[in-house]
C-alpha cells in the first residue's frame, strides 16, 4: 500500500471520529465504542516503520473502526441501517450490532493470522486456523468481561453500551458471530492473505 492510501484511509478515520463526536446520542457510550479506534490506530502507526502490515490489514482495519464509530454515534440498538434492514426483513431487533460482533472475528482474524505467520514457526493450515480462530473468540470473550463490568460500574448508565434490546442470549450471540466472522474471514481471505505476504516479503 502506498504512502498516500494509508494517509487518506487515516484522514478518512479522523474526519468520520470528529463527525461521530458531533452530539451523539449518549456521550459515555460514544466514548466506550470510539476508544477501540482511539488506541488501536495509533498503536498501528507507531509499530509501522518496524512491522508494517498488508494492504488487506489496514483496510480491513478501516472498515471495523468506520463500524465502530457509527455504532459509538447512534448506539449499535439505533443505528439507522440496521432500522432499514428490520423493516425490510420484519425482523424483531436492529441488527447492527449483530453486524459490529461478526466483524470482530472476521476483521481481528486476519491480523493475528499475519502476526502469527510472522512472528512464529507457524505456517498456513489447520494449526493457524485453529489458533486464529481461538485468539479471535478469546478477545470476544474479553469484550464481554468489559461490558459486563461497564454494567456493574455504571448500572443502568450502561444500557446503551450493552446494546442487548432485551435479548438475554444476547452475550452468547456476540461470543458466536465473533466465532463464525473469524472462521469465514480465514476461508475467505486466506489465499489473498498469503498473496500479499508474499509480496511484501521480497520488498
Not at 451523539?24 to 465504542?33: H, I, K, L, N, S
Not at 441501517?81 to 459490529?100: E, K, S, T
Not at 472476521?106 to 499475519?114: D, K, N, W
Amino acid at each position: 500500500m502506498k504512502w498516500y492510501e494509508t494517509a487518506a484511509l487515516l484522514a478518512l478515520i479522523a474526519a468520520a471520529l470528529v463527525v461521530s463526536g458531533i452530539d451523539p446520542y449518549d456521550r459515555a457510550t460514544w466514548v466506550m465504542e470510539v476508544f477501540p479506534v482511539v488506541i488501536g490506530v495509533p498503536v498501528l502507526i507507531a509499530f509501522s516503520p518496524r512491522f508494517r502490515f498488508t494492504p488487506l490489514v489496514y483496510r480491513l482495519v478501516f472498515i471495523h473502526a468506520l463500524i465502530l464509530i457509527i455504532g459509538g454515534h447512534y448506539t449499535y440498538a439505533r443505528v439507522p441501517i440496521g432500522f432499514w434492514v428490520q423493516d425490510l426483513f420484519d425482523l424483531g431487533r436492529n441488527h447492527y450490532d449483530r453486524l459490529g460482533h461478526l466483524a470482530q472475528g472476521f476483521i481481528p482474524a486476519i491480523l493475528v493470522r499475519e502476526v502469527l505467520i510472522r512472528t512464529s514457526p507457524l505456517k498456513p493450515g489447520k494449526w493457524l486456523f485453529f489458533l486464529v480462530t481461538s485468539v479471535c473468540l478469546a478477545f470476544s470473550a474479553c469484550y464481554e468481561f468489559i461490558e459486563w463490568w461497564a454494567a456493574l460500574i455504571g448500572g443502568e448508565g450502561a444500557h446503551e453500551f450493552l446494546g442487548t434490546q432485551g435479548d438475554v442470549w444476547d452475550t452468547q450471540w456476540d461470543m458466536f458471530l465473533a466465532f463464525i466472522g473469524a472462521m469465514l474471514s480465514q476461508i475467505l481471505l486466506s489465499r489473498m492473505h498469503d498473496g500479499q505476504l508474499e509480496d511484501l516479503s521480497h520488498r
